[in-house]
């Protein structure tokens, strides 16, 4: 019995596990290829890919490199995995490879060297080492080949050219001649391509050369459609396409041999301020070579093949020809006699129509959309018043945020250079309220007047004696200059120091309409600085400047600095054009700025005459052995009045330049009928466009191109201020919609007690003298020292002497409707005999930011 037990204890345990132990034994049953019982069976290579399969790889003479990792797949296309490859090569004395690694050498690896020196360690050239050739490396894996893989083998590349294709390519090879560059997948199926060079029914026959070249290039026997061959001498329109070809070099002098058929496939990217890539804003370039035309604008192209980078050329994307804006209900565009009206807070789509110089439509652009009065009427695509006022609206194309080209490419088939649209007068109705702030060049005081509120605010004590003031569009920030240093203060509510700096002396001339950005004059220094709104120095140069003015795009300012006008632009950095500059003549220094409506250059007051300059640059283009580079001249002449102006201010709508001078008796107002560029019927209505070019000729073998910059004209009509004897005059200020305009000025001696008020004629033409009339100012008044027009057109401010107040002027009657005393008085250190302390000062620095009535 206890035998029967014990059996049956032991079957209990050892059936399971002997029947566990035959589950796990089991073997999965294999998955064949052809869904069959024997064959293939997924997971066993059956390819071997190597890249780049159509192109190879590129290796100068003696040089070392590597086959990339190859990719094995089974019968599915499944990834399949390779303990090991075996390279091999077709012609170890041109393309070697490392049996074991894939590591490449241009020519033979060292083998059996003795010495100690281990196999494969130093790469000796190919004998034939002043021709060069092709070999094919393969790897094989599991009985399995892969494709064979072209290895480029020839001399020291020393450069690339891209240029056009070749006529004949034995005498003049090109890549384009190479089998290596023929796009297998862009043949047509009818195509015969043997390894070397493509036959077609009109070439049965296209030997290869001993250069390497095709005897026919295959861009010839079989063109891809719809791409056209790189030509140097043109820009290609958005979309367009161009096959890339280039010229590679080896030696230098009169060792240089032409190997572009020896060299393999180029690697074509664009040159970036931070890094190479095949895709720019301009241009984008496919792996076979083919560049795509994307926005305007010009780039520099490079091209690498065995590890040797060249700057190879050039490449244009059309510029602009025309931009015309327009709106809906906008008719006869560029008079103010027939404005468009957009209610606030009411958006108004804008639409620019843009044409390349080859008349084909743009799209994508950058476009900047400037304002003339951003703070009531801001300008986008839309436009949308936030208060009431009258602006002009114009729409930019503008490098380097659109046609931006190299500096030294620079106007080359009109790259690089900005374009504007027509502009769009446009009213906003209503009546707005006003924030005025008043201070004066001998108090240490400044006070506000908000006239939504009933209570005046008291004077605000500033650190030191002020000797400018300027207010930034949105009105937040008030920057004040002196002697001791800057002042800036929030305005955002009630006034506020923000900040002060001893180590920014000097005179606050204006300020960018962003608000990003003052100019700042030391004349103690004698420089002239840029400063952002956080007090850092943007960039500094010599000279005092006396005005300054800004383009409504913030990008560049002009300042009248005596003798030398000073332009900063962000793009093409300082120009300083002074009297003795060859070519930019300035016959008298510069007292003030304008710039011109659309802002496509500047009026400059001066003793005689009063000039004007264009933003279009004036380009000389010189062409040697294929290579154009551009040398530019900055904003060249494009205009001049023989009169003298010592103050001077541009009309919104783009007709008029005004300027008054006391250099004679009495005063006088010089008003400019202004057309702009010079030949255009319809003055401002019209695209704006730098030219493109007027003369070309060629000497010696090199070819030289002047490219000439705007040009305008004027018709000066002069008014008689006959009821003032300024002493000098401090202002000319026109309202926004260019309707009136308002002299301030200095007396000598005497009491003319006058504000003169000008009207421009506008019918039957905009030309010709307007009508002057003269506001007599209350009180004791004798001058008006300064003064500013509200947002909305309704009312002038102008601080006079005489009565140390200001006078509030009713634009409508061109009456003296009531008084503000500010109050301000005397600075401790300016106290004298003649003004003692808690004197009275008058008002002569004014600045306002416009505001809702409620």
């Known amino acids: 019995m206890r035998r029967f037990v014990t059996l049956a204890v032991l079957l209990l345990f050892s059936i399971p596990f002997g029947v566990s132990i035959s589950g796990c034994a089991k073997n999965a049953a294999p998955v064949f290829c052809n869904k069959g019982d024997s064959g293939l069976t997924t997971g066993q290579v059956t390819a071997i890919t190597l890249l780049p399969n159509i192109y190879g790889i590129s290796l100068n003479f003696a040089e070392i490199g590597q086959v990339n990792a190859p990719s094995a797949t089974d019968c599915n296309g499944a990834n399949a995995s390779v303990g090991a490859y075996t390279y091999g090569t077709t012609d170890m004395t041109i393309a070697d490879v490392q049996p074991n690694t894939g590591r490449l050498c241009a020519g033979s690896w060292n083998r059996n060297s003795g010495g100690g020196i281990p196999d494969y360690t130093y790469c000796t050239a190919p004998a034939n080492n002043k021709v060069g050739g092709v070999a094919y490396i393969s790897a094989s894996a599991d009985g399995v080949t892969s494709n064979p893989l072209p290895i480029y083998i020839h001399p020291v590349v020393t450069s690339i050219v891209l240029g056009g294709p070749s006529s004949n390519c034995a005498t003049d090879p090109t890549t384009a001649c190479s089998p290596a560059s023929v796009n297998l997948t862009a043949l047509p199926t009818n195509a015969s391509f043997s390894g070397s060079c493509p036959t077609s029914t009109t070439y049965p026959s296209n030997p290869q050369l001993p250069n390497g070249c095709c005897t026919v290039a295959p861009g010839t026997v079989y063109p891809i459609t719809g791409v056209v061959p790189y030509v140097e001498n043109r820009c290609f329109s958005q979309g ?87 709106a809906p209900g906008a008719q006869q565009m560029g008079t103010p006699a027939n404005p468009i009206v957009v209610n606030q807070n009411n958006p108004q789509p804008l639409q620019a129509t843009i044409l390349d110089t080859q008349g084909n439509p743009l799209t994508g652009l950058t476009l900047g959309y400037e304002s003339t009065s951003p703070i009531t009427i801001p300008a986008s695509s839309s436009l949308t018043p936030a208060l ?17 080209s190299p500096y030294n490419q620079i106007g080359l088939f009109g790259n690089g250079k900005p374009i504007t649209s027509n502009s769009i007068n446009v009213t906003a109705p209503g009546t707005n309220s006003t924030v005025l702030y008043m201070a004066s060049t001998q108090s240490q005081y400044i006070e506000s007047r908000d006239f939504t509120q009933t209570a005046d605010t008291p004077p605000f004590l500033l650190p030191y004696v002020p000797n400018s003031m300027v207010i930034t569009n949105d009105g937040s920030t008030i920057y004040m200059g002196s002697s001791t240093g800057l002042m800036v203060l929030n305005a955002v509510n009630t006034l506020a120091i923000t900040r002060t700096d001893p180590t920014s002396p000097g005179t606050v001339l204006a300020v960018s309409p962003d608000g990003s950005t003052i100019v ?71 007292n003030d700025v304008a710039i011109t409506v659309p802002a496509v250059g500047a009026y400059f007051a001066g003793p005689s005459p009063t000039t004007a300059r264009g933003y279009c640059h004036s380009s000389t283009a010189t062409t040697v052995g294929g290579v154009t580079t551009e040398t530019n001249t900055f904003y060249p002449p494009a205009d001049s009045a023989g009169v003298a102006t010592d103050r001077i201010a541009a009309t919104n709508d783009g007709l008029h330049i005004l300027g ?31 030219p493109t ?118 634009r409508g009657t061109l009456t003296d409707s009531s008084t503000l005393a500010p109050g301000l008085t005397v600075a401790p250190s300016l106290v004298s005999p003649t003004l003692p302390a808690g004197s009275l000062v008058p008002v002569n620095l004014l600045v306002q930011k416009p505001r809702k009535t409620t």
Not at 390 to 402: F, M, Y
């Open 520 to 590: 700042l004059s030391d004349p103690v220094k004698q420089i002239t600085t840029l400063q952002n709104s956080s007090g850092s120095a943007v960039s500094t140069y010599g000279g005092v400047g006396t005005h300054a003015e800004f383009a409504p795009d913030s990008q560049t300012v002009y300042i009248a600095a005596g003798n030398q006008l000073l332009i900063y632009s962000s793009y093409t950095g300082w120009t300083s054009i002074t009297p003795s500059t060859p070519g930019n003549p300035l016959i008298s220094p510069v």
């Open 240 to 326: 367009a396409t161009a096959q890339l070809s280039a010229r590679v070099y080896a030696g230098t002098g009169a060792n240089q041999t032409n190997i572009s058929c020896l060299a393999g496939h180029l690697q074509f990217s664009v040159q970036g301020s931070t890094s190479q890539t095949a895709v720019s804003p301009v241009l984008s370039i496919d792996q076979n070579g083919v560049a795509t035309a994307n926005q305007p604008g010009s780039v520099l192209i490079s091209a690498n093949i065995s590890d040797a980078a060249s700057s190879a050329g050039f490449f244009s994307t059309c510029p602009p020809k025309s931009i015309a804006l327009s």
């Open 693 to 810: 070019g007027t003369q070309t000729t060629t000497t010696g073998g090199v070819t030289t191109g002047i490219t000439g910059g705007l040009t305008f004209s004027n018709t000066v009509s002069t008014v008689h201020l006959s009821q003032i004897a300024a002493g000098s005059i401090t202002g000319v200020l026109p309202t926004s919609d260019s309707s009136l305009v308002v002299v301030t000025y200095t007396l000598p001696t005497g009491s003319a007690g006058t504000l003169p008020a000008y009207l421009p004629a506008y019918a039957p033409a905009a030309s010709g003298a307007g009508t002057v009339s003269y506001i007599k100012l209350s009180g004791t008044a004798t001058a008006p020292l300064a003064g500013v027009i509200s947002g909305d057109n309704t009312t002038i401010y102008a601080g006079t002497a005489g009565d140390d107040l200001v006078h509030l002027i009713n």
């Open 388 to 404: 009431a006022g009258s602006a002009s609206i114009s729409a930019i194309c503008e490098p380097p945020n659109c046609n931006s």
């Open 660 to 690: 008054a001078t006391t250099t004679t008796t009495p005063a006088n107002l010089y008003d400019l009928s202004v057309e702009i560029p010079a030949g255009n019927a319809n003055g401002p209505s019209v695209s704006i466009a730098c």
